[in-house]
């Protein structure tokens, strides 16, 4: 004990009760709260976390690091501030360590939230506790089921029959992510594709919005650029191609309309619903042993080898040139993309190449290029023949005129296509939100009432987990009375994706305890959130769905905006060894034990000062040893004493630098730069305590302490706290440059004598030997700014210094050194 106390003697603060104290003091004094309604609002937040029993990870501090300093930032500018926090809590974990271990879900959750929350608590983090979130209570979801119910009367959510991954040996679906090499994760069994009713939302009801206003929004172009590949807007026309000796007709999807008179044959997917129809009596076995070997194949293998097919014995009518062309049944082509059904130009398109060669399909040249390229398949765009009545058009425009051309013959159309699917949101899962909907034998679907709301889940401890779908093992939910008919019903047992729980949670955060409705009026004061933080991996998933739910929620008339997040930073990773930190690659700093071994305010500062917020982070821990000196530092500066006052006016003006140069910092997100300049500054006064008024170092020094305090908030509420000033310094005001306390002269002065006393040190340096005395020779009209600095020079070099003009004949230079004097650059000798 004794050996620390002694320690923090010379380091100088004791940080671990300078933090806890402050924490308390915050929390007494609820200056976090945030009240709706006064002047001019900033929603700061950052990505919602999943409580794993781990506890905070270094990528999570990192990311608050950031989003607490701004939030402290603009709580001092005046704004009023929304900065919350809560917990993403359903999921697949909770549920596994019940099976594992016999866990009740809830308690672990609740036990994992709680360990998140000390360590949030420990990190100094300015949250508005009052609105802590947590997606697993019924009085959170209770309102994701009224949505549903919502969007399910307005056709936004509907059931349909789709494949599932389903393992025979836990008899349970599994998730893409639990399907290894084709085989369960949890027993290595063979998975199975299965058919299930399952309910989805129909986000591509607003496919076409969720990429135009991506265009207005202050986000990484990044992201944006992921967000519409995602999404995948493709602009071509849909052709009609009739079959011969048949009624039916196939329907394509095509961006290159403009080669259709090169179109020797078609693609079908193997799912095609008119395959039956097509195949001919010759062509049945063949075609049936094709599809049997496709099927064993994954989608992947599918795409990307892609030269399989057979030919069904059907043709269909080229509408363009009446040519007869057959239909081929293709491995590549996509059932749930476009058409399911490809118009094939072997000579313009590389897998129809390859396929039509592998097939011995013929094959005709309709795009000339433009510029001289010598291909066998040429895919650009360029100048039609071969095409009749459309040669010498380029593509572009032929686009157009043959899609309308064949229209009048009812035989085109143009047409928008998505690779965005509709979202399914039902999981075979106990610990997620229960999907509000009866199923009656006589009534069909039944919408739970909403005043029945919640649909509660059962205690864990009545469910069984391990086979199925846990739901279904209690009889006592499963079992209810049709609330039409009053016959005998059965609840619907699937659970919401948890993405569907963090598509609006920043919604509630305006007024979470509203018991009434989902949301109340503060949401119009609060939303759009203004600084939202969160890593790249989230650039699509939930980044689409919460935009998708809060145009769907503006719809049904929940919310007065369409745009959830105007701003939106995506957090650098945090390295060690060039490697993202991960527990697999044992390459983890815990958090946790920086802030035991030095301070949390030591963490903050390290993380902002190693990166820039966007740039990867390579942990340091020489780095976080610097930081922790600096932080000593500025806390010793506290017992100094001045005497002199000759630099007042040079100190003063760089303060007001200092001002101007952080605020600009931060407004653009450098803070790191604003780090360094505000250790810059503290060097400085460092240097220069002893040299000014009483005044200007405490006018200084309380300037510093002031715009680091969103950095190192518990040392900076400590030292103002001693420097006498009333409240805390976390709701102090941002101070204001003041131009008028900017003295160039003083300025350039003091810069001239910092870098005179660099040069010195520097030949000092090279010749290696300790002068005795150094004279300086300068221009006539700069020797009083000198010569007022030369006990400061004396001091600063250890050695003394003594000042003449290049035109006093009586100066002592003995190896005429005088000639190189150069303005604000005096000339050196050294003996
Ligand atoms: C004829 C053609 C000729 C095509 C040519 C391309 C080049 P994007 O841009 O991604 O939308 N296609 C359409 N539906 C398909 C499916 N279900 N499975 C696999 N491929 C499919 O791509 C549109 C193009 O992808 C379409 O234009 C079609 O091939 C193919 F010289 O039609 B194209
Ligand atoms: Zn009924």
Redesign the pocket.
């Known amino acids: 004990m004794k050996k620390r106390a002694e320690a923090q003697k010379e380091e100088g603060a004791d940080f671990h009760a300078i933090e806890a104290k402050w924490q308390r003091e915050w929390e007494k004094a609820g200056i976090f709260k945030s009240k709706t309604g006064k002047g001019v609002k900033f929603y700061c937040l950052e990505m919602f976390p999943y409580p794993s029993g781990a506890g905070l990870h270094m990528g999570h501090t990192r990311n608050y690091a950031i989003s607490d300093c701004i939030a402290r930032v603009k709580r001092m500018q005046k704004f009023n501030v929304l900065y919350p926090t809560g917990y993403d809590a359903f999921g697949l974990p909770a549920e596994n360590a019940a099976i594992a271990n016999k866990a009740d879900p809830k308690k672990w959750t609740y036990n994992n939230i709680e360990l998140m929350k000390k360590q949030q608590k420990m990190l100094g983090l300015s949250y508005d506790w009052d609105r802590e979130i947590r997606t697993c209570d019924p009085d959170y979801y209770k309102w994701e089921q009224l949505f549903f119910l919502k969007m399910l009367e307005k056709g936004l959510a509907y059931r349909k029959k789709s494949k599932v991954n389903w393992c025979p040996s836990c008899k349970t679906v599994l998730a893409n992510e639990q399907v290894h090499e084709g085989a369960c994760w949890r027993c290595y069994s063979k998975v199975e594709e299965r058919e299930l009713e399952q309910w989805f939302l129909k986000i591509t009801d607003y496919a076409n919005e969720l990429v135009d206003s991506l265009d207005k929004l202050n986000w990484p172009e990044k992201v944006k650029i992921m967000q519409r590949n995602w999404i ?1 807007r ?1 602009e ?1 026309s849909e052709v009609v191609f009739k079959i011969t000796g048949s009624k039916e007709e196939i329907r ?6 403009d ?1 259709l008179f ?2 020797t044959f078609i693609a079908i ?1 193997p799912e095609h619903e008119l395959i039956d129809q097509l195949i001919t009596k010759e062509k049945k076995k063949e075609v049936l042993a094709f599809l049997k070997k496709v099927k064993a194949k994954s989608l992947q293998e599918r795409e990307e080898k892609g030269k399989e097919g057979v030919f069904t014995g059907s043709y269909a009518i080229n509408p363009a040139n009446g040519k007869k062309i057959p239909i081929y049944i293709g491995e ?14 072997p ?3 590389k ?2 190449f390859e396929f039509a060669k592998k097939h011995k399909i013929p094959m005709l040249n309709v ?1 000339i290029p433009e510029e001289d390229v010598d291909e066998e398949c040429f ?1 650009e765009d360029g100048i039609l023949e071969n095409s009749g009545e459309f040669n010498e058009l380029k593509s572009v425009e032929a686009r157009e005129k043959m899609t309308e051309w064949l229209a009048k013959k009812k035989l085109a159309s143009f047409r928008t ?1 998505f ?1 965005l699917k509709d979202w399914l949101i039902s999981r075979q899962r106990y610990w997620g939100c229960p999907i509000p909907v009866i199923y009656c034998k006589k009534c069909g679907i039944v919408p739970v009432p909403e005043e029945q709301l919640p649909v509660k889940l059962p205690d864990a401890k009545k469910v069984k987990f391990g086979k199925g779908n846990p739901l279904e093992t209690n009889s006592s939910f499963v079992n209810i009375k049709c609330p039409k008919c009053k016959g005998p019903a059965k609840r619907e047992t699937d659970t919401m994706d948890t993405f569907v729980d963090s598509s609006w949670y920043f919604l509630r955060y305006c007024s979470p305890k509203e018991n009434k409705k989902p949301f109340n009026n503060e949401v119009g004061f609060w939303m759009p959130v203004d600084f939202y933080i969160g890593g790249i991996e989230h650039a699509c998933m939930h980044l689409i769905y919460s935009r998708f739910f809060t145009k769907a929620l503006n719809d049904l008339g929940y919310v007065d905006l369409r745009e959830p997040f105007s701003k939106l930073i995506c957090q650098g990773m945090v390295t060690l060894g060039g490697s993202a930190m991960s527990k697999s690659r044992g390459n983890v700093v815990d958090p946790l034990t920086i802030i035991k071994k030095y301070s949390a305010d030591t963490a903050r500062v390290f993380i902002l000062f190693a990166a820039l917020p966007e740039k990867e982070l390579e942990w340091n821990d020489k780095g976080v040893e610097g930081i922790f000196r600096f932080l000593n530092r500025v806390y010793r500066l506290q017992d100094s004493k001045s005497s002199g006052g000759d630099w007042d006016n040079f100190v003063a003006s760089k303060t007001q630098r200092l001002i101007k140069q952080i605020t600009d910092d931060i407004d653009n997100l450098r803070l790191s730069i604003a780090l360094t300049n505000l250790m810059e500054f503290a060097n400085l006064l460092e240097k220069y305590k002893g040299k000014i008024s009483a005044k200007t170092f405490k006018e200084s020094y309380k300037t510093l302490i002031l715009l680091l305090a969103p950095f190192a908030p518990h040392l900076c509420e400590e030292i103002w706290h001693n420097l006498g000033e009333k409240g805390f310094v976390s709701m102090a005001t941002w101070l204001i440059f003041n131009e008028k306390k900017i003295d160039e002269a003083a300025e350039k002065a003091g810069e001239a004598v910092e870098k005179t006393i660099e040069d010195v040190n520097h030949i000092i340096q090279l010749t290696g030997k300790k002068p005795e005395k150094i004279y300086l020779y300068t221009l006539p009209k700069e020797l009083g700014m000198f010569k007022d600095a030369s006990d400061f020079l004396s001091q600063q070099l250890g050695a003394e210094v003594t000042i003449f003009s290049v035109a006093d004949k009586k100066k002592h230079d003995p190896q005429g050194k005088a000639g190189k004097a150069k303005p604000g650059k005096p000339a050196i000798y050294i003996e």
């Open positions: 995948g493709s071509g394509i999807f095509t961006t290159r309309i080669t090169g179109c997917s590549y082509v996509l059932s749930e993309y476009g058409t399911g059904a490809v118009m094939c130009v000579a313009h398109d897998r129809d795009i895919i296509n690779k």
